[in-house]
């Protein structure tokens, strides 16, 4: 009868049903073959991590001096990451300072006409740079003098770069003596480092000359950096 016909035709539809799904899980149970990714098409990225004090060589991106005097490595992570994410990213300290923001010696606040760092202290003050969640490893860096007039006692003159990574042991990868490439207002020069060392977090430079200011408007350094 009728009644019959459509329970058998019921049955045989629950059955399909139950063989589709046991086909559809065999299908999704099979591993599709890796396909390798060409190297010019895979993507870095954007999140950011602590890197290890001793990074792997493959890690690191190099941002060597080309020329251009604040290209560097500072202006690849502004303009990867923004000056806001920047702000959490790099701390500055000085043993003393004035009238200046330090950070600004890195990233140069636009609504600052005339951003500066000066540092009263004499021979032994130092401005040091904390790059918390990136490994650097400086080979050049470029510095910008403040709107001091020439032979103002703020132009460097005699200093040190050192690097560390616990705030302990230096090591000094530049000196630099009787230099009169700074010598007056808004001069910009560059120097490469005589002893490049390892990655580290912390560029300190510390101040050489019996003057007792020193400072500059902006730094820029330049060399390997991890991401």
């Known amino acids: 009868d009728l009644k019959s016909k459509i329970e058998k035709m019921e ?28 190297p010019s098409k895979r993507r870095h990225s954007s999140k950011i991590e602590t890197v290890p004090l001793s990074p792997i060589k493959d890690m690191s991106l190099p941002i ?24 959490s990213m790099i701390d500055v300290s000085a043993s003393i300072t004035e009238e200046t923001d330090l950070i600004n010696t890195v990233v140069p606040n636009p609504r600052d006409r005339e951003p500066s760092f000066i540092m009263n202290g004499g021979k032994k003050a130092f401005i040091c740079y904390l790059f918390k969640t990136l490994r650097i490893k400086p080979t ?12 103002s006692p703020v132009h460097l003159t005699d200093w040190i770069v050192e690097t560390s990574s616990d705030g302990k042991k230096w090591t000094m990868v530049d000196r630099r003596k009787n ?3 700074l010598n007056d207002a808004g001069r910009v020069c560059t120097y490469v480092c005589i002893n490049p060392g390892d990655f580290c977090s912390l560029i300190r430079i510390t101040n ?10 902006q730094i820029e350094f330049f060399g390997d950096l991890t991401i």
Not at 64 to 87: A, R, W
Not at 140 to 151: D, G, L, V
């Open 64 to 87: 060597p001096f080309t020329g251009s005097y604040f290209n560097g490595i500072m202006d690849y992570l502004v303009k990867k990451y923004g000056i806001e994410q920047i702000y």
């Open 11 to 38: 049955n045989q539809m629950q059955e399909m049903s139950l063989q589709f799904e046991t086909i559809q899980k065999e299908l999704l149970s099979l591993k599709e073959p890796k396909v390798s990714t060409p």
């Open 208 to 217: 050489q000359s019996s003057h007792e200011e020193f400072g500059f408007r």
């Open 179 to 181: 230099v009169d490439d």
């Open 140 to 151: 050049a860096y470029s510095i910008q003098t403040t709107n001091h007039p020439k032979k």
